[in-house]
């Protein structure tokens, strides 16, 4: 069984920063590629940033230049480090995986953005 355990959301102000943590556990053989979504209230999920195992990477036009998504050394981990947050980067954020040709996800941990 695959999991995805995410951590570091949080309360910060605008114009802060947040690290977002992601680790997949279990019997992994292959992961492709590991992505960041978030949903705020009212709104549908949303792609945030996608980094393949190749290390490619592609963002939302809203969070070029403020958000980096990057893989950990052991490649079963992926960070989401957020720069000048905004208060309309609140949401849930959550953590995707294609693992083992199959599609995971986290449980959602809650970004708040405000003053």
């Known amino acids: 069984q695959v999991q995805l355990v995410e951590s570091g959301g949080g309360l910060v102000q605008p114009g802060g920063s947040l690290r977002l943590s992601c680790t997949a556990s279990?019997?992994?053989?292959?992961?492709?590629?590991m992505a960041w979504y978030r949903q705020a209230p009212g709104k549908q999920r949303g792609l945030v940033a996608r980094?393949?195992?190749?290390?490619?990477?592609n963002y939302v036009d809203s969070v070029k230049g403020r958000f980096t998504i990057s893989r950990g050394n052991a490649t079963n981990t992926v960070y989401l480090q957020m720069d000048s947050l905004k208060p309309e980067d609140t949401a849930v954020y959550y953590c995707?995986?294609?693992?083992?040709?199959?599609?995971?996800w986290g449980q959602g941990t809650q970004v708040a953005v405000s003053s």
């Open positions: 980094i393949t195992s190749g290390g490619n990477t």
């Open positions: 279990g019997s992994i053989f292959s992961i492709y590629a």
């Open positions: 995707n995986a294609g693992i083992n040709a199959r599609n995971y």
